[in-house]
């Protein structure tokens, strides 16, 4: 189920929003915690940006499954009442841009679990050495 699942089709955009990401990070080593099924990782490396995102849910056996029910539970919270996430856009403008940036996770997950990119670390135990990245989202 959608156990453990704790963002969903984030992207770029919103997180340049939601974290107040400046021109400047653009040459920083960022760590995505509890990164979720974000397109952010896949969108920050495209423009040649250094990401590595982490979450333990990355390890859940069938990825698109958990994926769809969280697709089928968001519309639903959303058709029940639009103004539960207090969205900024109308719903289904909000719903298209979540469904691409989870298209866009999906298909970016396995070229980025090969290259290190996605890795199933969870706070507060991080595998990776002090300093190894200059900024982390939490």
Excluded at 64 to 88: C, F, M, N
Excluded at 96 to 118: C, M, P, Q, W
Aim: glycine share 8%.
């Amino acid at each position: 189920g959608l156990k453990g699942l704790t963002a969903l089709g984030f992207g770029l955009d919103d997180y340049r929003l939601m974290f107040d990401l400046k021109s400047e990070d653009e040459s920083k080593k960022i760590l995505d915690c509890h990164a979720g099924a974000s397109a952010f990782s896949a969108q920050w490396s495209a423009l040649g940006r250094s990401v590595v995102a982490c979450d333990p849910w990355y390890q859940a056996k069938d990825l698109e499954k958990t994926l769809h029910e969280a697709r089928v539970w968001l519309q639903q919270k959303i058709g029940q009442d639009p103004q539960h996430l207090g969205l900024s856009v109308p719903a289904e403008s909000f719903l298209k841009e979540h469904e691409a940036n989870i298209d866009t996770f999906l298909r970016d997950f396995n070229i980025g679990v090969a290259s290190g990119r996605y890795q199933t670390d969870a706070l507060p135990n991080l595998s990776f050495k002090d300093g190894a990245f200059d900024i982390a989202l939490v």
